[in-house]
């Protein structure tokens, strides 16, 4: 008996390539910056997705395969600020014979400098305006902005406290103050920049001024930013 000629395996249909992680990357990183932009224009809550994915070129649905949601979107927002603020540099350390007081001015006032330049500061003026109505925006901003820089400056504390550089152990006890001179310049410069702007270098530099005991008398001060 013979037997039935088989029928012809089908063909499989071609499946379709996803996006590169390079497109993927490019796609997120122009929506991140179209979302800043509007962050700053508008603030958090009069911030559209919608308007985001336009503004980066997009369609107004791409920005929702790469974002549930525009807390999502802020917190992506905020790490791409940090990674174009220190150039991708992780938090550096002091050097062996660099007093702490020095290392601070010659680490964190480029990087004020930078925020300051760029607007960037704009950032801490609106969690503040909008935080207290949006406990996630406080929260992702705390996560990704704050307690990374607070245990750095834990570290950095304690070694200026055990070389007997700190006039009392503040800094240790409370190390968001390292932060306050930034936070004040910027809120001061949101309302008051055209008639009387801060520099935030100089009230950093000025703010270690009392943080720090001056250096024994031989050695060299620490030179201004």
Known sequence: MTRAPKPPASKAAPRRRGASPEKTAATRRALS?????????????????????????LAKGTIYLHFTDKA????????????????????????????????????????LRELQAS???????LVMAEGPHFPELAAVYRR?????????VRLIAARASARGELRSDALSRLPMLLVAPAVMAALWNGLYSATEPLDVASVFDTFLELLFVAPPPGRPRAARG
Do not use: H, K, N, Y
């Open 33 to 57: 910056r179209a979302a800043l932009d509007i962050f700053l224009e508008r603030g958090f809550s009069a911030t559209r997705m919608s308007d985001v994915a336009t503004r980066a070129g």
């Open 72 to 111: 999502a979107l802020f917190e992506d927002v905020l790490r791409e600020v940090m990674r174009d603020t220190l150039a991708g540099r992780p938090m550096q350390r002091p050097r062996r014979d660099e007093t702490t007081r020095a290392f601070l001015q010659r680490v964190v006032v480029p990087v």
């Open 119 to 125: 607007g960037r500061f704009g950032v801490v003026r």
């Open 144 to 152: 990704v902005a704050i307690e990374p820089v607070l245990r750095w």
